[in-house]
């Protein structure tokens, strides 16, 4: 479905990427990990089209991801959620929402989406018309995820869900992506520090070290691998 | 009892006014963080255009009117394409040096165009007499009225395109957070140029009406300048960020100016204003209304 072939990303004399390749296989989770600086959130604003590569290529479903516009990059079915959530805090949880659905013309079919996210995620239904700001933590990467299910995405890119958010919350997160991908057939590529989380709902991942890919696999195989966890995954 | 009535009548009509100057600057400032200074003189130069068409040419009061807010439109719109866009990213003083430039580079073509000498008479929509209230004659004329009546129905109209329609989301949500909007899929870099063509369309209405009362006449440089240090007045008292609040602090600013002239003394009005500004700034620096508190980052 995606398909990430030798991709070089600098920033000035720093590549950030160098040489990645990976393949994401329909309605899969893939994880990608590894440590701070790693080069995990340049790959996926490489993907997305926010940073544009040195060198590689990219394709979706066989288009060409690095000749397509950000903008435009959305309305192909791939939703980001940035890190840090992204979450726009002067407008309400319910306009936060409809923003994710804006160039889905259709209102019946926007009422339709709303209503689904607000019972996938019930704490955001209570909060509907209140400015996102009132929200928690949690409740903003709920809203920020859940934004980006607007969109009805075949590919979601997610950007350290976990980040800042009790253990609880994050399993309960790990969970709705494991469902979205059973029920909805979505592909999910998770970027995460906490490895542990992230390898416990992911069908493969990817671990990244200054740029490169150093392994990839099964994510059952890696959680077994006891070596590879001391060197990379750091539990 | 009859003078308070009066001064408040007419506080409100001027009002009104600098609310819809208040609100231009706001729309421009919540879309790229600048406050325009040329907005005195954008309006300034599309009611001259206005004028010439009506004055010169004796085109009808309406079809002017129209031209003047579209040519407003239109400059708005090329100016933040032009102008404002490639120093968007700079430092915030870079953007505030074209907008002053652009204000003296419109006030030297106005005088160019239509000469800097003379004050020029604008016609009216409406009569200029007061209402009658019994033998009585009321600081407020039909053209009053309609000065009143036609702000308000460009607030409303514009409270309804921010709150309540697809387009007025994305550009509130543009002015919160940009790069959060695009990755939505809104197309940020028009509804930017969509902000300022509409500020400067309001600014446009506005500066016909202006240009109309009794004591309006159209000149390069004056009246305008003055118009913009009342609208950027109101809408610091409003907050800067708020709409709601802009029309608001121009009614309220309305109201002190009519009877601190007739009160007090009307050779300084514009000083009144000015300490009004200091006074809000002193005391509550991000305006009556505002209600976030400091933007997180």
Same mark, same amino acid.
């Given at each position: 479905?995606? &398909?990430?072939?030798?991709?070089?990303?600098?920033?000035?004399?720093?590549?950030?990427?160098?040489?990645?390749?990976?393949?994401?296989?329909?309605?899969?989770? &893939?994880?990608?990990?590894?440590?701070?600086?790693?080069?995990? =959130?340049?790959?996926?604003? =490489?993907?997305?089209?926010?940073?544009?590569?040195?060198?590689?290529?990219?394709?979706?479903?066989?288009?060409?991801?690095?000749? &397509?516009?950000?903008?435009?990059?959305?309305?192909?079915?791939?939703?980001?959620?940035?890190?840090?959530?992204?979450?726009?805090?002067?407008?309400?949880?319910?306009?936060?929402?409809?923003?994710?659905?804006?160039?889905?013309?259709?209102? =019946?079919?926007?009422?339709?989406?709303?209503?689904?996210?607000? !019972?996938?995620?019930?704490?955001?239904? !209570?909060?509907?018309?209140?400015?996102?700001?009132?929200?928690?933590?949690?409740?903003?990467?709920?809203?920020?995820?859940?934004?980006?299910?607007?969109?009805?995405?075949?590919?979601?890119?997610?950007?350290? *869900?976990?980040?800042?958010?009790?253990?609880?919350?994050?399993?309960?997160?790990?969970?709705?992506?494991?469902?979205?991908?059973?029920?909805?057939?979505?592909?999910?590529?998770?970027?995460?520090?906490?490895?542990?989380?992230?390898?416990?709902?992911?069908?493969?991942?990817?671990?990244?070290?200054?740029?490169?890919?150093?392994?990839?696999? *099964?994510?059952?195989?890696?959680?077994?691998?006891?070596?590879?966890?001391?060197?990379?995954?750091?539990? | 009892?009859?003078?308070?009535?009066?001064?408040?009548?007419?506080?409100?009509?001027?009002?009104?006014?600098?609310?819809?100057?208040?609100?231009?600057?706001?729309?421009?400032?919540?879309?790229?963080?600048?406050?325009?200074?040329?907005?005195?003189?954008?309006?300034?130069?599309?009611?001259?255009?206005?004028?010439?068409?009506?004055?010169?040419?004796?085109?009808?009061?309406?079809?002017?009117? #129209?031209?003047?807010?579209?040519?407003?439109?239109?400059?708005?719109?090329?100016?933040?394409?032009?102008?404002?866009?490639? #120093?968007?990213?700079?430092?915030?003083?870079?953007?505030?040096?074209?907008?002053?430039?652009?204000?003296?580079?419109?006030?030297?073509?106005?005088?160019?165009?239509?000469?800097?000498?003379?004050?020029?008479?604008?016609?009216?929509?409406?009569?200029?007499?007061?209402?009658?209230?019994? @033998?009585?004659?009321?600081?407020?004329?039909?053209?009053?009225?309609?000065?009143?009546?036609?702000?308000?129905? #460009?607030?409303?109209?514009?409270?309804?395109?921010?709150?309540?329609?697809?387009?007025?989301?994305?550009?509130?949500?543009?002015?919160?957070?940009?790069?959060?909007?695009?990755?939505?899929?809104?197309?940020?870099?028009?509804?930017?140029?969509?902000?300022?063509?509409?500020?400067?369309?309001?600014?446009?209405? #506005?500066?016909?009406?202006?240009?109309?009362?009794?004591?309006?006449?159209?000149?390069?440089?004056?009246?305008? @300048?003055?118009?913009?240090?009342?609208?950027?007045?109101?809408?610091?008292?409003?907050?800067? @960020?708020?709409?709601?609040?802009?029309?608001?602090?121009?009614?309220?600013?309305?109201?002190?100016?009519?009877?601190? @002239?007739?009160?007090?003394?009307?050779?300084?009005?514009?000083?009144?204003?000015?300490?009004?500004?200091?006074?809000?700034?002193?005391?509550?620096?991000?305006?009556?209304?505002?209600?976030?508190?400091?933007?997180?980052?």
């Amino acid at each position: 479905m995606l &398909t990430v072939e030798d991709v070089v990303t600098t920033y000035g004399a720093v590549r950030a990427l160098d040489g990645v390749s990976m393949t994401v296989e329909p309605s899969t989770i &893939t994880a990608v990990l590894g440590a701070n600086g790693a080069g995990k =959130t340049t790959l996926l604003r =490489t993907v997305n089209g926010l940073v544009r590569p040195r060198a590689g290529r990219i394709s979706y479903e066989g288009r060409d991801l690095l000749r &397509t516009h950000v903008d435009e990059v959305v309305r192909m079915g791939i939703a980001h959620v940035p890190e840090g959530r992204g979450v726009i805090t002067e407008l309400t949880v319910d306009e936060n929402l409809r923003l994710g659905a804006l160039w889905r013309r259709n209102r =019946t079919e926007l009422q339709q989406s709303l209503a689904e996210m607000y !019972e996938l995620f019930p704490p955001l239904a !209570e909060r509907r018309n209140k400015p996102a700001d009132t929200l928690s933590g949690g409740e903003r990467q709920m809203l920020a995820i859940a934004r980006a299910l607007m969109s009805r995405p075949r590919l979601l890119l997610l950007d350290e *869900p976990s980040l800042g958010l009790a253990p609880r919350i994050t399993a309960q997160i790990m969970g709705t992506l494991r469902r979205l991908r059973d029920e909805q057939s979505l592909t999910v590529v998770l970027v995460e520090q906490n490895a542990r989380s992230a390898l416990s709902v992911s069908d493969q991942a990817i671990v990244l070290n200054l740029g490169r890919v150093v392994v990839s696999g *099964p994510a059952v195989e890696l959680a077994a691998d006891e070596k590879l966890r001391h060197a990379y995954l750091g539990f | 009892m009859f003078r308070f009535l009066n001064l408040t009548l007419n506080g409100l009509t001027n009002g009104m006014i600098y609310a819809a100057v208040a609100l231009a600057l706001v729309m421009i400032w919540r879309a790229t963080r600048i406050v325009n200074f040329a907005q005195g003189g954008m309006l300034m130069f599309t009611t001259f255009i206005a004028w010439d068409l009506a004055q010169v040419h004796h085109a009808n009061y309406w079809v002017a009117l #129209v031209v003047a807010v579209v040519a407003g439109i239109l400059i708005g719109g090329v100016a933040e394409r032009v102008l404002v866009r490639p #120093v968007e990213n700079g430092p915030p003083l870079n953007a505030v040096i074209v907008t002053l430039g652009l204000l003296i580079f419109l006030q030297a073509l106005a005088g160019m165009i239509w000469g800097n000498s003379q004050a020029h008479s604008y016609p009216p929509a409406f009569r200029f007499i007061g209402y009658k209230v019994g @033998d009585r004659t009321l600081r407020f004329s039909p053209n009053d009225l309609f000065i009143v009546l036609s702000v308000l129905v #460009v607030v409303i109209a514009l409270y309804v395109l921010f709150q309540r329609t697809s387009l007025g989301l994305q550009m509130r949500a543009t002015a919160f957070n940009p790069e959060v909007a695009g990755l939505l899929g809104v197309r940020v870099g028009r509804l930017l140029t969509l902000g300022w063509a509409l500020a400067a369309g309001l600014g446009a209405l #506005v500066g016909v009406l202006v240009a109309g009362t009794s004591s309006g006449y159209v000149t390069p440089v004056g009246p305008f @300048d003055a118009l913009l240090i009342y609208g950027f007045t109101a809408a610091v008292i409003g907050g800067l @960020d708020s709409p709601g609040g802009a029309v608001v602090g121009g009614v309220v600013l309305g109201l002190i100016l009519s009877y601190a @002239d007739s009160y007090i003394s009307n050779f300084i009005q514009t000083m009144y204003a000015l300490v009004v500004l200091i006074a809000v700034l002193m005391i509550r620096p991000k305006g009556i209304f505002s209600r976030t508190s400091e933007r997180r980052v």
